[in-house]
């Protein structure tokens, strides 16, 4: 789905997050969403003996993005972090997409990731007597494969 005019831009406030299908509740924040390859550089001598610095596309990198969600009583990405320590790896890789919506709430963008896994959580925020401010847990997302879909 296009964005209604040519000259808007995507906002940043509508995204969802699923890992294996299931919505993650409470997202604040998604970061560090790269798609990457590698770069292969070469060098060589043309036919006049100049020498010569190319570079040429690689092979697609893997990556990692962080999801930051407000601080509830789930266990889930905790119990899949155990999953890891455990050295599950079966029960540790998933699936996950992120998706980007329009202002409207149509689908704008989606990225798809295969062979997920969870590689630290954090809980965050300060833990301040009086204080009002949410806590939040952050975890970071590894994946082997990713396509725009």
Not at 45 to 71: H, I, N, P, S, Y
Request: hydrophobic letters at 40%; glycine letters at 8%.
């Amino acid at each position: 789905m296009a964005l209604a005019d040519a000259l808007d831009l995507a906002t940043a406030y509508a995204f969802s997050v699923k890992i294996d299908g299931i919505q993650i509740p409470h997202v604040m924040e998604v970061s560090g969403l790269k798609a990457e390859v590698d770069k292969v550089t070469y060098q060589q001598q043309t036919q006049d003996g100049k020498f010569v610095t190319r570079q040429m596309m690689g092979r697609q990198k893997a990556g990692e993005f962080k999801v930051k969600r407000g601080l509830t009583d789930s266990t889930t990405v905790t119990d899949w972090l155990k999953a890891v320590f455990a050295g599950d790896l079966k029960g540790a890789r998933k699936t996950a997409e992120v998706a980007i919506y329009t202002s409207d709430n149509q689908l704008l963008k989606r990225m798809n990731f295969r062979n997920v896994w969870v590689k630290d959580v954090e809980l965050g925020g300060t833990l301040k007597a009086g204080s009002t401010e949410p806590l939040s847990e952050t975890f970071t997302v590894c994946w082997d494969e990713m396509e725009f879909a």
